[in-house]
C-alpha cells in the first residue's frame, strides 16, 4: 500500500497532510525517515510514525461519539450530521452511523465503517440492548410501568418487546432498555401510555458505556477492549 493511502486509511493524515509532513522529515517508516508519499509500504508489518505518533494499520475503524442534539444520524442531510462532528482527515473513510438516534436525542452512537458487524449489532435477531436514561412530561404509575415491561400496542398496531424501565423516586426519570430499535420507539411506547419524552439519551449501546468524562460533541476512537467486546457482541470475527 502507498504510505499516504495508509496515513489516509489509518485516519492519519489527509493526501496533502502527508505531502507536507514527508517533505518536513516528520513521517518514519521502518527507523528511515520517508521520502516520497507514494512509497509502497507493507501495511501489516511497517512501523510508521507520523509526527512522533506510532499509527498502526486497522481493517475497521470505530467511534464513538456523544451526539448533541440538533444533528442527524445519516451520511448527508440537509442539516448537519453526526458525521460533520469528525475532522476532514475522517471523511475519506466511509463512515457512517449504526443505529439511528432522532435529531433531538443525545448521548452514544457508534460510527463505523464495518457493514458487516454493524448489521449484525443491529439485527433484531442479535437482542443488542441498548439503553435510554429519559424524562417525561408526567409521573409514570406502577401499572403503566408494568405495561411498558409486557410490550405494548402503538398507536398504528404495532406491538413491542417487552421492554425494561426503572424510575427514580419522582417516577418522571429513569431508564429504559431496549432489545430492539423501532422507528421513535420510546417516544411512541411513551404516547401509548399518554405521556411524554422530554429528554433522551442513550447510556449503553451493547457491551459500549457512554464514557462520563466525553464531552456532548467530542469522540474517540474505541480502546481495544471495547471494540474486541464489540466484535464479540456482534459475533464477528477480528
Ligand atoms: N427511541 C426514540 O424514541 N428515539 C430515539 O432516538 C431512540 C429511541
Not at 5 to 13: G, I, R
Amino acid at each position: 500500500m502507498r504510505l499516504d493511502k495508509f496515513l489516509s486509511v489509518t485516519a492519519t493524515a489527509t493526501r496533502s497532510e502527508t505531502r507536507r509532513a514527508v517533505r518536513a522529515g516528520e513521517v518514519i517508516v521502518n527507523g528511515a525517515v520517508a521520502r516520497d508519499p507514494a512509497d509502497d509500504i507493507d501495511e501489516n508489518t511497517a512501523v510508521v510514525a507520523f509526527r512522533g505518533q506510532t499509527v498502526t494499520y486497522r481493517k475497521h475503524h470505530y467511534i464513538l461519539l456523544n451526539k448533541p442534539a440538533g444533528y442527524v444520524s445519516a451520511t448527508e442531510d440537509s442539516g448537519p450530521t453526526v458525521l460533520s462532528l469528525l475532522p476532514e482527515k475522517y471523511t475519506v473513510l466511509g463512515l457512517f452511523p449504526c443505529g439511528r438516534l432522532d435529531k433531538d436525542t443525545e448521548g452514544l452512537m457508534l460510527l463505523t465503517d464495518d457493514g458487516e458487524t454493524a448489521h449484525r449489532l443491529l439485527s433484531p435477531r442479535r437482542h443488542v440492548t441498548k439503553r435510554y436514561a429519559f424524562r417525561v412530561e408526567r409521573p409514570l404509575t406502577e401499572p403503566e410501568k408494568a405495561a411498558f415491561r409486557a410490550g405494548l400496542t402503538l398507536s398504528d398496531g404495532t406491538t413491542t418487546a417487552p421492554a425494561d424501565i426503572e424510575t427514580d423516586e419522582t417516577g418522571a426519570a429513569g431508564v429504559v432498555t431496549l432489545t430492539e430499535g423501532k422507528y421513535h420507539q420510546i417516544k411512541r411506547m411513551m404516547g401509548a401510555l399518554g405521556n411524554r419524552i422530554t429528554a433522551l439519551e442513550r447510556v449503553s449501546f451493547g457491551p459500549l458505556t457512554l464514557p462520563a468524562d466525553l464531552p456532548r460533541g467530542a469522540w474517540r476512537p474505541l480502546t481495544d477492549e471495547e471494540e474486541t467486546a464489540l466484535l464479540a457482541a456482534a459475533g464477528t470475527e477480528n
